[in-house]
């Protein structure tokens, strides 16, 4: 079965602009949660969804958003880019939180110069 | 507040040799989970391997095993008969079963496997 896309797979955007970043999870699974990862700050949770419901958000500011459609599909969104939003942005999709393994897409790469 | 250490930054392991990889943590939940992952060059994470706290047996998966203390609060991941294409950045991560749905890393290490 088809793993969890995210599109596109590298970005480059201009301080001061919005961007929004997509993951189309396995099918079947109705949790999907992003993470942003930064050498300095490595891996961090940025949302969660289920069910189009966020069930849980990081410690990000309010640029920071994401929604989850009637299929499962995700978005996040950044606006008012900063130089430190550059990171690998990874995506992933469980069933319902993942007790047994989250599985992730490849990630988008985002730079803002 | 929960919290994954891997003390380990690189290492180093020969072709078909056993490695461990160091993973401890920190929380005050009961019903916890957790979890290796390996990240290749290309930035996916694939998962590896899953132990639940109330698991009385290490979990294996293949040539991947856990090495789970619970007293002493480590998970640690052994790989055995190391491959070339086991070379990669490992991540320990951690989630509390009860009452969220965020996965917690620590900053990983990165394997290297020499021929």
């Known amino acids: 079965k088809a793993g969890v896309t995210q599109t596109p797979r590298y970005l480059i955007k201009t301080r001061g602009q919005q961007v929004t970043l997509s993951c189309s999870p396995i099918s079947g699974h109705r949790s999907v949660s992003w993470y942003q990862q930064t050498p300095g700050q490595g891996l961090q949770f940025l949302f969660e969804y289920f069910s189009e419901t966020q069930r849980n958000k990081g410690n990000f500011p309010g640029r920071f958003s994401g929604r989850q459609f009637s299929n499962s599909r995700s978005e996040m969104n950044v606006s008012t880019l900063e130089l430190g939003d550059s990171a690998l942005y990874l995506c992933?999709?469980?069933?319902?939180?993942?007790?047994?393994?989250?599985?992730f897409g490849s990630g988008t790469r985002l730079t803002v110069v | 507040a929960q919290k994954i250490t891997q003390t380990q930054p690189g290492m180093f392991v020969q072709e078909k040799e056993a490695v461990t990889l160091d993973c401890t943590y920190d929380t005050s939940d009961q019903s916890y989970g957790l979890f290796w992952y390996k990240q290749p060059s290309s930035g996916e994470m694939i998962f590896l391997i899953y132990q639940g706290s109330y698991d009385e047996q290490n979990a294996t998966e293949g040539r991947y095993s856990l090495n789970f203390q619970k007293a002493r609060k480590s998970a640690n991941l052994v790989i055995s008969a190391s491959q070339l294409g086991d070379s990669a950045m490992y991540f320990c991560?951690?989630?509390?079963?009860?009452?969220?749905?965020?996965?917690?890393f620590g900053s990983g290490t990165r394997l290297l496997v020499r021929p």
């Open positions: 992933a999709s469980s069933l319902n939180g993942g007790n047994y393994g989250y599985t």
């Open positions: 991560a951690m989630r509390d079963l009860d009452s969220s749905y965020k996965l917690i």
